[in-house]
């Protein structure tokens, strides 16, 4: 069988001393950067860039892929313990676990989050392995206005990431497409906006955005509140094992947990956040006592978490049959893939198959070595929380300051940080979400260009988006996304101003 | 007419002003037609489309009812303008003073905008900082950064 053998050397690759290490270190730092607020995937990911040009490609992408998966667990942990998300996706983790913490329960509550992620791990592999080929297929009959449609899509899945205003999320979005505006264009070679700065017509590096934004902006919004409420709070963990009554209760919310997140995950865009708060929903419906929710419902833990990992893991599909990036993660392994010389898409697996089998397997081991890393290390990474924020903001600041640094051997791009640091205080401010922004601004640059071929290729005929079936299938997905979201939304309105009129 | 929303009122002005700005430098680049659009094609047109939302958002939080009239509150000036400044030196620094230097005045400023300096807390993160920092990038990742001085070279 083909799918065994394309394992088999998957395995073979993997199984080797380096690559056993680099995922082993992969997964570490993750953990490590997962558990720490304010250091999130992106920004080691980011950090780390230049350090893999010393790499060969396989050892370097299997380090990079387990830094993004152990960031999925270590989240958690900080969610559950302290009730502080180490990163976006554990947002919803935190709704129960913290709740189980403080009814010191948080070993349970821990190792269900740890046992979930593992089992969802497992799944999205074998998806991965199944389905990654026949969708390659079909990446082979994406044309511009395909791309561009899917693009669309993905970024109206994006607004998903914002929890506020449907309509301000729309506008990050399309801020973001604009600051990827700042470039040289590929077609004429003209350079936009960029006021005859040479460093702003190669476009502003991502990794400066995302520190700007996410980094600085939440060290100054947190220094901005009162001093009491800034010191993170620890408590023991009592009892590791999940009680048998746990298990029973937590089983079935894992299993759907895991099939919602591998179904989500594939979606550009939404990934494993969408499919987190997804699952906590269902979760909610279904439970025959929805009234324990946000008060330490086991479930409500251990489905978003498996749904989380799932969609962590299959959001792979897009970027590996592709090349087009789901999330920020994802667009700075597909920069590291074009460092190493190789370029993302549908041909990678025919080119590449020991890197691309050799990725896949490498997940599953890495799953593997989490379980294995995070439940006896819980106790380390508590302790690690006892650091005080005063010692903490200081040094998650110089990390930023040196990786801004290194990304060209330049201050002119921690000056521009500075300037972006400041709009992040703006849209915390505001309430303006910067996920979206971010999204928008790493498509921008790709959607452009496939909008002006596809134009091209149709004589400037705008119909050729809904006349092609694949396109048009796109395009209703997104409008169709568009509208669910608004539909509460509308109806909270119109219940808002009927209110009004009584 | 009375402001409802101030924070949305704030945020669809500055993305009409942001849309227009772009839409206007998008005319300096060739337009083009829809068989061959130019540069400033793309630009243009979402430099349009972000000014019409951003007038929807000016106009509902002007219209749409909220509790509390959404206030965008105090800004926190200080840690606002000493983080911010911090990194700039710390820019500034780095290729001409070095790791030795730069580094402890980042700790110092940063710890700054926290509220009173502890100086024991300075000297000991400055440090630890500092000699982690050369032994994870300088030693361990290969990185080129400054380490001393550019005079004492």
Redesign the interface.
């Known amino acids: 069988m083909d799918l065994l053998q394309n394992l088999a050397l998957g395995f073979e690759t993997t199984l080797t001393l380096t690559n056993l290490i680099y995922a082993f270190m992969g997964c570490l730092l993750g953990t490590l950067v997962g558990v720490l607020p304010g250091l999130g995937p992106t920004a080691t990911i980011a950090m780390?860039l230049?350090?893999i040009y010393?790499l060969d490609a396989t050892p370097a992408l299997i380090m990079l892929a387990g830094i993004y998966y152990g960031s999925q667990y270590g989240g958690s942990t900080t969610a559950i313990l302290i009730n502080v998300p180490g990163e976006a996706a554990s947002v919803v983790t935190a709704l129960d676990g913290y709740q189980m913490a403080r009814q010191g329960r948080a070993g349970p509550a821990l190792a269900v989050s740890a046992l979930g992620s593992f089992f969802a791990g497992c799944v999205g592999t074998i998806i991965i392995a199944a389905f990654a080929p026949p969708l390659t297929e079909l990446a082979f009959k994406f044309g511009p206005a395909e791309y561009f449609s899917l693009m669309v899509l993905g970024l109206i899945g994006a607004v998903v990431l914002a929890s506020g205003?449907l309509?301000?999320a729309?506008?990050m979005i399309?801020?973001g497409?604009?600051l990827g505006?700042i470039n040289t264009?590929v077609?004429?070679g003209?350079p936009?906006?960029s006021f005859d700065v040479p460093e702003l017509s190669d476009g502003i590096n991502f990794v400066v955005i995302a520190m700007g934004l996410f980094g600085?902006g939440e060290?100054?919004?947190n220094?901005?509140q009162p001093?009491e409420q800034r010191e993170v709070f620890t408590k023991d963990v009592k009892g590791l094992w999940p009680s048998k009554e746990d298990f029973k209760e937590s089983a079935p919310a894992v299993l759907r947990g895991t099939v919602l997140g591998s179904l989500l995950g594939v979606l550009p865009g939404g990934g494993s956040l969408l499919a987190s708060f997804a699952s906590y929903t269902l979760e909610k419906k279904l439970s025959p006592t929805p009234e324990k929710f946000g008060k330490g419902a086991i479930q409500g833990v251990a489905g978003p978490e498996s749904a989380n990992n799932a969609g962590a893991q299959t959001s792979f599909i897009p970027m590996l049959t592709l090349g087009i990036p789901p999330n920020a993660v994802m667009a700075l392994m597909v920069g590291a893939m074009t460092i190493k010389g190789i370029q993302p898409g549908p041909q990678v697996m025919s080119s590449n198959p020991e890197l691309f089998w050799g990725l896949i397997t490498s997940m599953w081991i890495g799953n593997l070595m989490l379980v294995i890393l995070n439940l006896p290390l819980i106790g380390i990474w508590i302790r690690l929380l006892t650091v005080p924020y005063?010692?903490l903001?200081?040094?998650i600041?110089?990390f930023?300051?040196?990786g801004?640094?290194?990304l060209n051997?330049n201050?002119f791009d921690?000056?521009l940080?500075?300037l972006f640091?400041?709009l992040g205080?703006v849209f915390y401010?505001?309430?303006?979400e910067p996920a979206p922004l971010l999204l928008g601004f790493i498509l921008g640059p790709m959607m452009?260009e496939n909008?002006?071929r596809a134009?091209?290729l149709s004589?400037?005929?705008?119909g050729d988006f809904v006349t092609r079936p694949l396109s048009a299938t796109l395009l209703g997905m997104a409008v169709l996304m568009l509208v669910i979201m608004a539909l509460p939304n509308l109806r909270r309105?119109r219940e808002?101003a009927f209110q009004?009129a009584e | 007419m009375k402001i409802k929303s101030q924070r949305d009122f704030v945020a669809g002005l500055a993305f009409i002003v942001v849309g227009l700005a772009f839409a206007w430098g998008a005319t300096n680049y060739s337009f083009g037609s829809s068989a061959r659009p130019g540069p400033g094609y793309f630009p243009f047109g979402l430099g349009i489309i972000l000014a019409i939302i951003g007038a929807v958002i000016t106009f509902e939080a002007l219209t749409i009812e909220t509790e509390d009239g959404e206030p965008i509150g105090d800004i926190a000036w200080r840690p606002l303008l000493i983080i911010l400044g911090a990194v700039g030196v710390f820019g500034f620094l780095l290729p001409r003073a070095g790791m030795v230097i730069s580094i402890p005045v980042l700790i110092t400023m940063a710890s700054a905008a926290a509220g009173r300096i502890r100086w024991l807390d300075v000297v000991i993160l400055s440090v630890v900082l500092t000699l982690g920092s050369y032994m994870a990038f300088v030693r361990g990742l290969d990185l080129v950064i400054p380490v001393w001085p550019s005079f004492l070279q």
Request: hydrophobic content about 50%.
């Open positions: 780390l230049p350090s010393a205003s309509i301000k729309v506008a399309i801020l497409l604009l505006q264009d077609i004429s003209v936009r906006f600085f060290i100054i919004a220094l901005g001093a005063r010692f903001f200081p040094a600041l110089l930023c300051c040196i801004l640094y290194t051997n201050n921690v000056y940080s500075v640091g400041l205080y401010k505001l309430k303006c452009e909008l002006r134009l091209l004589r400037g005929n705008w309105k808002e009004d």
